[in-house]
């Protein structure tokens, strides 16, 4: 009995050792250091994200004003073109038809015309001299004039016939590439009260332009020649640049729905045109990009990490060092000697990371960013800190030996 009740006594001793070394001992070993960084000047950022499309500054549809069966087609997908180039030909046998008919009627009306002229005037001089009637005379008038009339309206036709002939050789209008081929050869096209799109041409593929889709809560942001930066999924290692060209006032309405709700909402969004230079013809047409409109821009600023202007030193955490601090809604500290010495500052532009100084502290100076801790997690959970020196939820529950406990 006597042998149990000694086993049982060394156990709790071994116990009480263990726990004053866990909930006394160890605090001892941990140590509270604050991280510092220099103020450097550099750039600050605001920027907002969209999504557009890769299209050419200029592209040019190409069509057909007659109706007919495409003949001949000389230039294919990517074909380079020049401006007045013949790339297709329609049968012509209709439209020569139609042509001399025209020309026929035309030379028919023509010769009318010059009867009924001569008529006119042998009529008009008898007339003065009253050797003919005023019936006979305004007869010839009439004649006359209608003969003249029936020649405009032929002529008229055997122009329009003539134009006709001439749309049957179809030419680039522009200097580019061909971009889009819709029709085949021996494939008949209809012209009626929508012109048909026989190709698409773009001027220059060495500039290209993004369109894309700013949310109505962003589009107040973006400013003309603004910096862009954008991404696309064929060169996810690319970044390209441009900037702000147009801001068009036409809005578009679209609807979205939650996932977690039948509720539906509408989204406005409005075009924005981004120009980009594409020397290496890496971006194609209709390639969707990823785009950052960059709303401010600093460059070479004098800059503090945003966390600085939360840091406060606190008697729990700096021991037995001094405090002197400001009145300022802003302030940065440094650590001179054994002090915490507090700089008023005013601040710029904040991207969330850094923040604009604007005056109070000079370039080159190290200010305190936040604590570091080192040693045993009973003086971290202590310190409000984790391993790695960032903060801590005080209302996380802290391993044994953590002052940080509801009361």
Not at 43 to 59: F, K, L
Not at 129 to 136: A, G, M, P, V, Y
Not at 146 to 166: D, M, V, W
Not at 192 to 211: N, R, Y
Request: charge should be negative; hydrophobic fraction near 35%.
């Amino acid at each position: 009995m006597k042998k149990n009740v000694l086993i049982i006594s060394a156990a709790g001793a071994m116990a009480i050792v263990g726990g004053c070394w866990l909930f006394g001992g160890a605090k001892a070993e941990s140590k509270v250091g604050f991280a510092t960084e220099t103020v450097e000047r550099g750039d600050i950022s605001n920027s907002i994200t969209a999504t557009g499309t890769i299209e050419p500054v200029t592209e040019v549809e190409v069509g057909t004003q007659v109706s007919g069966i495409i003949d001949k087609i000389y230039v294919d997908y990517n074909s380079i073109v020049k401006a007045g180039q013949v790339i297709a030909e329609m049968d012509r046998v209709t439209l020569i038809s139609d042509l001399q008919s025209a020309k026929a009627n035309y030379d028919g009306a023509k010769a009318e015309y010059d009867y009924q002229q001569r008529l006119y005037e042998r009529n008009r001089k008898l007339h003065e001299k009253q050797l003919i009637s005023e019936t006979d005379y305004e007869l010839s008038l009439y004649n006359y004039q209608s003969a003249n009339s029936r020649l405009e309206q032929y002529k008229a036709a055997l122009s329009k016939a003539e134009r006709n002939l001439s749309y049957a050789t179809i030419t680039s209008p522009i200097n580019g590439v061909v971009t889009s081929r819709d029709v085949e050869e021996g494939q008949t096209v209809a012209s009626g009260f929508e012109t048909p799109t026989l190709f698409t041409i773009a001027a220059d593929l060495t500039k290209m332009q993004v369109v894309a889709d700013v949310d109505e809560a962003d589009i107040a942001g973006v400013a003309d020649s603004a910096r862009v930066t954008f991404t696309v999924d064929a060169y996810p290692n690319d970044v390209f640049e441009g900037k702000v060209k147009q801001i068009r006032l036409g809005s578009t309405n679209s609807s979205s729905s939650s996932s977690t709700s039948s509720a539906s909402s509408t989204v406005v969004t409005y075009e924005v045109v981004i120009t980009a230079d594409n020397p290496e013809l890496k971006l194609k047409p209709r390639l969707t990009a990823n785009a950052t409109i960059f709303t401010q821009h600093r460059t070479d600023v004098l800059r503090v990490p945003s966390k600085a202007l939360r840091f406060t030193p606190e008697k729990g955490l700096i021991g037995q060092r001094d405090i002197k601090d400001v009145d300022a809604p802003h302030k940065v500290w440094t650590l001179e000697g054994n002090t915490f010495v507090a700089h008023a500052v005013k601040t710029g532009m904040s991207d969330g990371s850094y923040t604009e100084i604007v005056e109070g502290i000079d370039q080159g100076s190290r200010i305190v960013t936040g604590t570091t801790v080192t040693g045993t997690a009973p003086a971290e959970a202590a310190a409000g800190t984790d391993p790695a020196g960032g903060e801590r939820s005080p209302f996380m529950p802290g391993p044994p030996g953590s002052k940080n406990k509801k009361k």
